[in-house]
T-cell receptor, first 116, second 114 residues
């Protein structure tokens, strides 16, 4: 059983550019959530995908968008990057909303994005 | 709006000591609460998940309790080891709104001194 993986590990972009981050879910998990974690803060929920459909969104602007693929891997896209987008981006997979241990989220190692 | 507070922000203890980390939340209408550890620059590792109907969960040297009425959860670590050094985060999922409303605390940074 493989865990959650994310790529790339680190990324440096300049203001105004666009970026795509990738996440592979843990085997058997159909739900993926994305979080933004600024330095010294707890993660902030961006959005969640369940079986390729967006299943909830946090307080992030539309320039943050995502996709989930049939194999349940996922992408986070951010357009028109701003300096404040610099953060650790985490994805988490789970079995999806049936309660109990299925709710447990398993996190990937994250992608460190720096916007200059 | 749910607010989650973790106090203290940092804690340093000698190896072998038992310790308690605290997590407080303002809205008791929760679905579950999950404790994580995060090593520097890394992702989160799930430690324990407590459903709203449960009072506590145990895994090895870890025990997490939940008191919804008072809006508190504690993570008890027995016989601490240097390998326990990390930041510990709690996350509260409300009984409404699903994961889009999950709120994390800012964490307690634990250092266990050999």
């Amino acid at each position: 059983e493989t865990g959650v993986t994310q790529s790339p590990t680190h990324l440096i972009k300049t203001r105004g550019q666009q970026v795509t981050l990738r996440c592979s879910s843990q085997s058997g998990h159909n739900t993926v959530s994305w979080y933004q974690q600024a330095l010294g803060q707890g993660p902030q929920f961006i959005f969640q995908y369940y079986r390729e459909e967006e299943n909830g969104r946090g307080n992030f602007p539309p320039r943050f968008s995502g996709l989930q693929f049939p194999n349940y891997s996922s992408e986070l896209n951010v357009n028109a990057l701003e300096l404040d987008d610099s953060a650790l981006y985490l994805c988490a997979s789970s079995l999806g909303g049936t309660g109990g241990v299925a709710d447990t989220q398993y996190f990937g190692p994250g992608t460190r994005l720096t916007v200059l | 709006k749910q607010e989650v507070t973790q106090i203290p922000a940092a804690l340093s203890v000698p190896e072998g000591e038992n310790l308690v980390l605290n997590c407080s939340f303002t809205d008791s209408a929760i679905y579950n609460l999950q404790w994580f550890r995060q090593d520097p620059g890394k992702g989160l590792t799930s430690l324990l998940l407590i459903q709203s109907s449960q009072r506590e969960q145990t895994s090895g040297r870890l025990n997490a309790s939940l008191d919804k009425s008072s809006g508190r959860s504690t993570l008890y670590i027995a016989a601490s080891q240097p390998g326990d050094s990390a930041t510990y985060l709690c996350a509260v999922r409300p009984s409404y709104g699903g994961y889009q409303k999950v709120t994390f605390g800012t964490g307690t940074k634990l250092q266990v001194i050999p």
